[in-house]
């Protein structure tokens, strides 16, 4: 199968066993959040646009987790488009993975958290424009899960995602 028709939480998440490491990709970086402080969206409007800003996203890409949407859905890649389309009934999806062309990071909504992941190079970008907002990738993760640092149950997943451990 040609990875761009393969299953977009396939082709970016490891999910198997201890799911490190945590991205399919090496190199890697992101961010986990607490699914449960946000709406429909599962993100905050700053990350959403700082990721879109960042990695130049010109088509969004939304893969809902239904019975009758087997296909991503094409986007534009605005904060009020997106959050349109998830708040409508019929679109409701209680996992997705956001996504672009370039396949340089995803975020995966999931029914306990949130893993936004990206490129290096691109994670940095991302941390540059959320410095504006006095934060970053690993600083949401800390804000979200403020006793990841002393080695809890997921300490070693979380550790990986931010990029503080080499899996």
């Known amino acids: ?9 396939a082709r970016f998440f ?18 986990v959040l607490d699914r449960d402080r946000f709406d429909h ?7 959403f646009e700082s990721i879109t800003t960042a990695a130049r996203t010109t088509d969004l890409l939304l893969h809902l987790y239904t019975p009758d949407r087997p296909d991503s859905v094409s986007l534009s ?7 349109s389309f998830v708040y409508e009934p019929d679109n409701w999806s209680l996992e997705y993975v956001l996504y672009d062309n370039s396949g340089s990071w995803a975020v995966l909504a999931d029914p306990d958290v949130v893993v936004v992941g990206a490129e290096p190079e691109l994670a940095d970008n991302i941390d540059a424009l959320l410095d504006q907002h006095g934060t970053s990738l690993k600083r949401l993760t800390h ?9 809890g149950q997921n300490w070693h997943y979380f550790s990986a995602v931010v990029g503080s451990q080499v899996c």
């Open 41 to 47: 969206t599962r993100l905050p409007k700053f990350l």
């Open 143 to 151: 804000a979200d899960f403020p006793g990841m640092d002393s080695g």
């Open 77 to 83: 890649p605005d904060w009020d488009s997106f959050r």
């Open 14 to 31: 490891n999910e198997s066993d201890d799911s490190l490491p945590p991205f399919r990709r090496a190199g890697w970086r992101g961010c």
């Open 1 to 9: 199968m040609d990875v761009s028709e393969q299953d977009p939480r």
